[in-house]
């Protein structure tokens, strides 16, 4: 797709948008139960292309993916209405009497730009947001999930609206030559690196951005916590979709003596989780290409292999592996992981790993192992991040009244639940004042002293 295929494909969807169809409530709620009975219909495809794209076991792709976006359908069509309703809010002494209010309104046509390592779910869970936003839209899979972004491209214009909503597929020129078009809103989901230049390319139209970014993730294991729940809860976090997750822990930090004890509770998590023969185990995904297999695997020097580090690149497999003995200036330190590498730092306590956390960009996440609340307290008040968890990893993507989303260099804006109808929608202030009585004429010249004392009292000032 070129510029001006590119630009034909926007201004249809503008017309559509501009005729006023996708905006009634039910044209919306018809949308969200079509895309749901798409994910019935054709889970076995889906669980197949995310099989063959990222060697991701059915179940973990049906509960990360197909369900995921399953419970944020239903949640969707059963909060929308409410959602959707005017929302009263107070008037001040001196603009009374009056009505005030605010709506949402959809923005217009919006443009979806999806990563590769939840293909599925972070391409169409942002679109369950801008179809209840009423929103025409146009939603780019990653060109690195080929068969998921065909099975997408395939299947949504037969049972979405297709005057409203459009696939396109491809990458870097076919998402740049959709970058030069003016939408709406953009809801990007990558790399900062990427990021930026989604940015700067929606600045020229003054189009608001939605970056759900990454960046590294931290856990802190406190001395005092049962260290085998804490194993397992991590293990999991990290070593799903082979480390391939945005808000997988990225990195360990304990006091020596509990990094010590962890170390080997990590690697017999692993053993109960995904056997010993991993190589053949079908419930472990893969990397998603060579390029990242090789920079994953040069990150395996940085320190030392506590356990697995095996690795076979014809397969593009990779063992769940921690590493002790991590150099702070190391790559490994430095970049995202994004992988199943699992360093355990060692810090002296707390506060030694919330200055690490600080001096680094704003996590996307923090999880914090400890029963401490001044502990806990400590890590809330002097850390940000996107979100801060205790005692688990990643699970907090499930509750959707929680705003999912990054600040700083992990991302701006969030979403899931009513947010994801907030960013595709401008929160349009309303205000209704009677004609009579004319109580505005206080405010009108002559500025005289009853006036003025009028006023100061209405004010209270
Ligand atoms: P990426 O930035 O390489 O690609 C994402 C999308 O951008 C793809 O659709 C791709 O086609 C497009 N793209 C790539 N290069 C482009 C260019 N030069 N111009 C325009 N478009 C371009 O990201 P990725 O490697 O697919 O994803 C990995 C990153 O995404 C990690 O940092 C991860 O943490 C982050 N991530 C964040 C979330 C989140 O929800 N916050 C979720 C998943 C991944």
């Given at each position: 797709?070129?510029?001006?295929?590119?630009?034909?494909?926007?201004?249809?969807?503008?017309?559509?948008?501009?005729s006023?169809?996708?905006?009634?409530i039910?044209?919306?709620?018809?949308?969200?139960?079509?895309?749901?009975?798409?994910?019935?219909?054709h889970?076995?495809?889906?669980?197949?292309?995310?099989?063959?794209?990222?060697?991701?076991?059915?179940?973990?792709?049906?509960?990360t993916?197909?369900?995921?976006?399953?419970?944020?359908l239903?949640?969707?069509?059963?909060?929308l209405r409410?959602?959707?309703?005017?929302?009263?809010v107070?008037?001040?002494?001196?603009?009374?009497?009056?009505?005030?209010?605010?709506?949402?309104?959809?923005?217009?046509?919006?443009l979806?730009?999806?990563?590769w390592?939840?293909?599925?779910?972070?391409?169409?869970?942002?679109?369950?947001g801008?179809?209840?936003?009423g929103?025409a839209?146009?939603?780019?899979?990653?060109?690195?999930?080929?068969?998921?972004?065909?099975?997408i491209?395939?299947l949504?214009?037969?049972?979405?609206?297709?005057?409203?909503?459009a696939?396109?597929?491809?990458?870097v020129?076919?998402?740049?030559?959709?970058?030069?078009?003016?939408?709406?809103?953009i809801?990007?989901?990558?790399?900062g690196r990427?990021?930026?230049?989604?940015?700067?390319?929606?600045?020229?139209?003054?189009?608001?951005?939605?970056?759900?970014?990454?960046?590294?993730?931290?856990?802190?294991?406190?001395d005092?916590?049962?260290?085998?729940?804490?194993?397992?809860?991590?293990?999991w976090?990290?070593?799903?979709?082979?480390?391939?997750?945005?808000v997988?822990?990225?990195?360990?930090?304990?006091?020596?003596?509990?990094a010590?004890?962890?170390?080997?509770?990590?690697?017999d998590?692993?053993?109960e989780?995904?056997?010993?023969?991993?190589?053949?185990?079908?419930?472990?995904?893969?990397i998603?290409d060579?390029?990242?297999?090789?920079?994953?695997?040069?990150?395996?020097?940085?320190g030392?292999?506590?356990s697995?580090?095996?690795?076979?690149?014809?397969?593009?497999?990779?063992?769940?592996?921690?590493?002790?003995?991590?150099?702070?200036?190391?790559?490994?330190?430095?970049?995202?992981?994004?992988?199943?590498?699992?360093?355990?730092?060692?810090?002296?306590?707390?506060?030694?790993?919330?200055?690490?956390?600080t001096?680094?960009d704003?996590?996307?996440a923090l999880?914090?192992?400890?029963?401490d609340?001044?502990?806990?307290?400590r890590f809330?008040?002097?850390?940000?991040?996107?979100?801060?968890?205790?005692?688990?990893?990643?699970?907090h993507?499930?509750?959707?009244?929680?705003?999912?989303?990054?600040?700083g260099?992990?991302?701006?804006g969030?979403?899931?639940?009513?947010?994801?109808?907030?960013?595709?929608?401008?929160?349009k202030?309303?205000l209704?004042k009677p004609?009579?009585?004319?109580?505005?004429?206080?405010?009108r010249?002559?500025?005289?002293?009853?006036?003025i004392?009028?006023?100061?009292?209405?004010?209270?000032?």
């Amino acid at each position: 797709m070129g510029e001006q295929d590119a630009g034909r494909l926007v201004d249809g969807l503008r017309r559509t948008f501009d005729s006023g169809r996708t905006r009634p409530i039910a044209w919306r709620q018809r949308q969200l139960s079509r895309l749901d009975e798409l994910l019935k219909d054709h889970e076995d495809v889906f669980l197949a292309a995310l099989g063959s794209d990222l060697g991701k076991a059915p179940t973990e792709s049906f509960v990360t993916e197909v369900a995921f976006l399953r419970s944020e359908l239903a949640h969707a069509r059963r909060n929308l209405r409410r959602w959707l309703r005017p929302r009263r809010v107070p008037v001040p002494a001196v603009a009374m009497p009056a009505r005030a209010s605010t709506v949402l309104e959809p923005l217009g046509v919006a443009l979806i730009i999806a990563p590769w390592n939840y293909p599925l779910m972070l391409a169409l869970s942002p679109l369950i947001g801008a179809l209840a936003a009423g929103d025409a839209v146009i939603v780019k899979p990653s060109e690195l999930a080929p068969d998921t972004s065909r099975a997408i491209a395939d299947l949504l214009p037969r049972y979405l609206d297709p005057e409203a909503v459009a696939v396109v597929e491809g990458g870097v020129d076919e998402t740049t030559a959709l970058l030069a078009q003016r939408f709406d809103t953009i809801f990007y989901t990558g790399s900062g690196r990427v990021g930026r230049i989604v940015m700067e390319a929606a600045a020229k139209h003054l189009t608001p951005v939605t970056l759900e970014l990454g960046g590294k993730s931290p856990a802190y294991v406190d001395d005092a916590v049962d260290l085998r729940v804490v194993a397992r809860r991590l293990v999991w976090g990290k070593f799903i979709a082979a480390g391939q997750t945005c808000v997988a822990p990225d990195y360990i930090m304990a006091s020596p003596a509990t990094a010590r004890r962890l170390a080997p509770l990590l690697a017999d998590a692993v053993a109960e989780q995904y056997g010993t023969a991993i190589g053949d185990n079908s419930d472990y995904a893969r990397i998603v290409d060579e390029r990242q297999f090789d920079r994953l695997v040069s990150l395996l020097d940085d320190g030392t292999v506590a356990s697995g580090g095996r690795h076979d690149r014809t397969r593009l497999f990779i063992e769940p592996t921690v590493l002790t003995g991590v150099a702070p200036d190391s790559a490994v330190m430095h970049q995202e992981i994004f992988g199943p590498i699992l360093p355990v730092v060692e810090v002296t306590d707390a506060d030694d790993a919330i200055a690490r956390i600080t001096a680094g960009d704003k996590p996307l996440a923090l999880y914090v192992f400890s029963d401490d609340a001044e502990t806990r307290r400590r890590f809330v008040t002097r850390t940000s991040s996107g979100a801060i968890v205790f005692d688990a990893a990643v699970i907090h993507l499930s509750v959707p009244g929680l705003p999912f989303g990054g600040v700083g260099a992990s991302g701006m804006g969030g979403y899931h639940g009513r947010r994801s109808v907030e960013v595709f929608s401008h929160e349009k202030a309303l205000l209704s004042k009677p004609l009579t009585p004319d109580t505005l004429a206080l405010l009108r010249p002559p500025y005289t002293a009853k006036r003025i004392a009028i006023v100061r009292a209405l004010l209270g000032r």
